[in-house]
Nanobody, 123 residues
Framework: QVQLVESGGGLVQTGDSLRLSCAASGGSFDRWVMGWFRQAPGKEREFVGRVSWKSGTPYPDSPEARFTISRDYTKNVMYLQMNSLKPEDTAVYYC?????????????????WGQGTQVTVSS
C-alpha cells in the first residue's frame, strides 16, 4: 500500500527558509510524478510544484520561484525547499503521487496523498 508521509513543517519567521520532506513507500514510482500542494484556511488546495520521480527533473511550472523541488531516488524522499518565506505561505502542505499525465497540476491528477504538514510564517 502506497504511503506518503510529510515532515519538516513548523513555525518560522518572515524571510526564513524551510525544507519539507515527503517519504514515499509501498510502491514503485518510476512512472509517477510527485507533487506538492498547499491549502490555507478557507482556500482551495493550491499547486506548488511537481517532479518526475524517475528522472528527478522538476517540471518548470511551479508558481513560486522561491521554492525548489527535488527528490532522492535512493531514499524515496521528495523535498520542497522554501526560501524567503512570507506570511501568505502559511498553509498545510501536502505531497501527492500520481501517474505522470504530463500536466499534473490539479489535485484530481493525483491518487495518493500524505496527511499534510503545517507551515506557519509569522510576520
Amino acid at each position: 500500500q502506497v504511503q506518503l508521509v510529510e515532515s519538516g513543517g513548523g513555525l518560522v519567521q518572515t524571510g526564513d527558509s524551510l525544507r519539507l520532506s515527503c517519504a514515499a513507500s509501498g510502491g514503485s514510482f518510476d512512472r509517477w510524478v510527485m507533487g506538492w500542494f498547499r491549502q490555507a484556511p478557507g482556500k482551495e488546495r493550491e499547486f506548488v510544484g511537481r517532479v518526475s520521480w524517475k528522472s528527478g527533473t522538476p517540471y518548470p511550472d511551479s508558481p513560486e520561484a522561491r521554492f525548489t523541488i527535488s527528490r532522492d531516488y535512493t531514499k524515496n524522499v521528495m523535498y520542497l525547499q522554501m526560501n524567503s518565506l512570507k506570511p501568505e505561505d502559511t498553509a498545510v502542505y501536502y505531497c501527492a503521487a500520481g501517474i505522470d499525465l504530463g500536466t499534473n497540476i490539479y489535485p484530481h491528477d493525483y491518487v495518493y496523498w500524505g496527511q499534510g504538514t503545517q507551515v506557519t510564517v509569522s510576520s
